[in-house]
């Protein structure tokens, strides 16, 4: 029997086109559409690519954290972080899209404290997220997009 992680191993190279074309239609009405149901509320993070250089557009679920705000690395319990993780990584300072709203952020990695107090939190705004780190070993970070 295939497990979950069989599946989106198998579907990963049709999620890719799937997410572009929902990062566009999210862009183009402003954020009218593109919230999926039954999920927390989705923002655009922009990246550029650490080694291509090429302009990535990824939606996400995040979490509001003051001013500032919360995503998660996941990908959906793989062994693997996110392509987006290792790009901000290297160059942290990028925009997200809210909405209509566009807001510069820095991004950063929670410190290790942080990610003890603010994973309850996270994974209250966002079961899926606790589920997703129950399938994997790698210990999902959490990212906080600072306003700039």
Do not use: C
């Not at 650490?50 to 679920?61: D, E, Q």
């Not at 107090?117 to 997220?129: G, Q, T, Y």
Request: zero cysteines; charged letters at 25%.
């Amino acid at each position: 029997m295939l497990s979950y992680l069989d599946i989106a191993d198998r579907i990963w190279p049709v999620l890719g086109p799937l997410m572009r074309g929902h990062a566009r239609l999210y862009r183009s009405t402003g954020g009218r559409i593109g919230n999926l149901p039954g999920l927390p509320p989705l923002l655009l993070l922009e990246t550029v690519g650490a080694r291509s250089g090429t302009k990535r557009t990824t939606p996400l679920v995040y979490m509001p954290h003051g001013d500032d705000f919360i995503v998660v690395p996941s990908k959906g319990g793989y062994a693997h972080h996110p392509g987006w993780l290792h790009n901000l990584r290297a160059i942290p300072e990028t925009t997200v899209q809210i909405g209509r709203e566009r807001i510069e952020v820095r991004a950063r990695e929670a410190s290790e404290q942080e990610r003890e107090r603010l994973w309850p939190k996270a994974v209250e705004h966002n079961p899926v997220w606790g589920r997703y780190q129950k399938r994997t070993s790698r210990r999902i970070p959490l990212v906080i997009l600072e306003r700039r």
